[in-house]
């Protein structure tokens, strides 16, 4: 009985880890929605999903738009760029030239288009598609700071620090210190220049107050000037910066961690502990009587001493006859059993809940 109950009690210490250590489903695929408004449903959650880096749903949801309406430029568009933002670059410029040839005064399409051949080493395309997105748009920051960093790559660095300036006078929408952190590394990378370098950094760093890399870098750009009290400050920040931001976001996943584990587990360990404990103890309580029991055997018999009062041996008396009804076995524990019930019935309803579930079936869009 107790190598049953032991058994019971590993078997439900192991399920726990058993859930942990399953496997995620596969995500399912992408059912295109339906209806009269499906294509700008699509082209909003790819936009959606696009801005949050979840770029293979984006994609999903531009390719369901590319379905719906294979004429609508910019279904090619966002395609193209959740492409780009996985590395597909060739697949990213088919859509982009398919949207051109939809509609070929968005300058946003040629500055996709320049920077998909820029990733390819296609410089000169590059520079020809960022030079058709500037005279749709002459305003337009981000060409400006692509067209700089083809420059740099051309080794062209004069019209690369011009286009960095410009695109930091314009702003780049949400990013406005990356020209600040173009200039100062094409003078620290490629023209040597620490001391203007760290002039750059500075600014970046005045454009987007806080950020831990700028500080990181200027540290190792005062260092290289031999500026070591400047040095010591900005590498304090980034310290003071990055271990306060991350034992934050630690302290609060641990925390939902425990909380889940505990609402999930805590029943279930309570029991297994409470099994566990009675197991024990009687395993215990057993070798402590078998024990006992050894040593009795072992122990010495001391020789009877004779006296005139001692029986001499021979046949044993014959007890007297007890009309009294023998007295009851002693009653073993009944809470054994409430223990085990909880106990095997929780093991039926987890074994039950993760049996085959059915495939949920979508409910139907539109009308």
Same mark, same amino acid.
């Given at each position: 009985?107790?190598?049953?109950?032991?058994?019971?009690?590993?078997?439900?210490?192991?399920?726990?880890?058993?859930?942990?250590?399953?496997?995620?489903?596969?995500?399912?695929?992408?059912?295109?929605?339906?209806?009269?408004?499906?294509?700008?449903?699509?082209?909003?959650?790819?936009?959606?999903?696009?801005?949050?880096?979840?770029?293979?749903?984006?994609?999903?949801?531009?390719?369901?738009?590319?379905?719906?309406?294979?004429?609508?430029?910019?279904?090619? +568009?966002?395609?193209?760029?959740?492409?780009?933002?996985?590395?597909?670059?060739?697949?990213?410029?088919?859509?982009?030239?398919?949207?051109?040839?939809?509609?070929?005064?968005? /300058? *946003?399409?040629?500055?996709?288009?320049?920077? $998909? =051949?820029?990733?390819?080493?296609?410089?000169?395309?590059?520079?020809?598609? *960022?030079?058709?997105?500037?005279?749709?748009?002459?305003?337009?920051?981000?060409?400006?700071?692509?067209?700089? =960093?083809?420059?740099?790559?051309?080794?062209?660095?004069?019209?690369?620090?011009?286009?960095?300036?410009?695109?930091?006078?314009?702003?780049?929408?949400?990013?406005?210190?990356?020209?600040?952190?173009?200039?100062?590394?094409?003078?620290?990378?490629?023209?040597?220049?620490?001391?203007? $370098?760290?002039?750059?950094?500075?600014?970046?760093? +005045?454009?987007?107050?806080?950020?831990?890399?700028?500080?990181?870098?200027?540290?190792?750009?005062?260092?290289?000037?031999?500026?070591?009290?400047?040095?010591?400050?900005?590498?304090?920040?980034?310290?003071?910066?990055?271990?306060?931001?991350?034992?934050?976001?630690?302290?609060?996943?641990?925390?939902?961690?425990?909380?889940?584990?505990?609402?999930?587990?805590? /029943?279930?360990?309570?029991?297994?502990?409470?099994?566990?404990?009675?197991?024990?103890?009687?395993?215990?309580?057993?070798?402590?009587?078998?024990?006992?029991?050894? =040593?009795?055997?072992?122990?010495?018999?001391?020789?009877?001493?004779?006296?005139?009062?001692?029986?001499?041996?021979?046949?044993?008396? *014959?007890? /007297?006859?007890?009309?009294?009804?023998?007295?009851?076995?002693?009653?073993?524990?009944?809470?054994?059993?409430? =223990?085990?019930?909880?106990?095997?019935?929780?093991?039926?309803?987890?074994? +039950?809940?993760?049996?085959?579930?059915?495939?949920?079936?979508?409910?139907?869009?539109?009308?």
């Amino acid at each position: 009985m107790r190598r049953t109950l032991a058994l019971l009690a590993l078997l439900w210490l192991a399920l726990p880890l058993a859930a942990q250590e399953g496997a995620a489903p596969p995500p399912e695929k992408l059912v295109c929605f339906i209806g009269d408004d499906a294509f700008d449903r699509h082209l909003e959650q790819g936009a959606l999903h696009r801005g949050r880096q979840k770029l293979f749903e984006a994609y999903d949801h531009y390719n369901c738009a590319v379905q719906l309406a294979p004429m609508n430029w910019m279904a090619y +568009r966002g395609r193209g760029i959740a492409l780009a933002g996985q590395g597909r670059y060739q697949e990213a410029l088919a859509d982009y030239r398919r949207g051109l040839q939809l509609n070929n005064t968005d /300058p *946003v399409l040629y500055y996709q288009q320049a920077f $998909a =051949l820029h990733r390819l080493g296609q410089f000169e395309a590059a520079l020809a598609a *960022v030079a058709e997105a500037l005279q749709l748009n002459p305003q337009y920051a981000l060409a400006y700071n692509l067209r700089g =960093l083809i420059h740099r790559d051309l080794e062209a660095f004069s019209a690369a620090e011009r286009d960095f300036i410009i695109a930091a006078d314009l702003g780049l929408p949400d990013q406005p210190y990356v020209p600040y952190m173009n200039l100062g590394n094409l003078y620290k990378d490629r023209l040597g220049n620490p001391g203007m $370098a760290a002039q750059w950094y500075e600014e970046a760093l +005045r454009a987007a107050p806080g950020s831990a890399f700028i500080y990181e870098i200027l540290g190792d750009t005062y260092l290289a000037l031999e500026r070591p009290a400047d040095a010591e400050y900005n590498y304090r920040r980034y310290v003071e910066t990055v271990n306060t931001a991350r034992e934050d976001v630690i302290a609060l996943v641990q925390a939902a961690r425990l909380r889940q584990f505990v609402a999930q587990y805590l /029943p279930v360990t309570l029991l297994v502990l409470v099994a566990g404990g009675y197991v024990g103890a009687g395993l215990w309580r057993s070798q402590r009587q078998r024990r006992a029991g050894r =040593l009795a055997r072992l122990a010495p018999v001391a020789a009877p001493v004779l006296t005139p009062q001692t029986p001499l041996p021979g046949p044993d008396p *014959v007890p /007297p006859v007890s009309h009294q009804a023998p007295a009851p076995a002693p009653a073993r524990p009944g809470w054994l059993a409430l =223990l085990l019930l909880p106990l095997v019935a929780g093991l039926v309803v987890l074994l +039950r809940q993760w049996g085959p579930v059915p495939p949920d079936i979508p409910p139907a869009d539109g009308p």
